[in-house]
């Protein structure tokens, strides 16, 4: 299982994303959506960086 609470990143610019929490299970499968730049490859690399 992984559990986020309120994960954020902050860039430069201000923050890409803030207070996200999300719990994802054995087996689950996800999906994310949204416009280039919304942060969905830093939010999977962040998680897959936590699994080592």
Known sequence: MINLEQ???F??????????TLQINKGDKIGLAGKNGAGKS???KLIAD???
Do not use: R, Y
């Open 11 to 20: 860039l430069p610019q201000g923050f890409l994303f803030k207070d996200i």
């Open 50 to 52: 936590w699994e080592k």
């Open 42 to 44: 830093t939010l999977l």
């Open 7 to 9: 994960l954020g990143v």
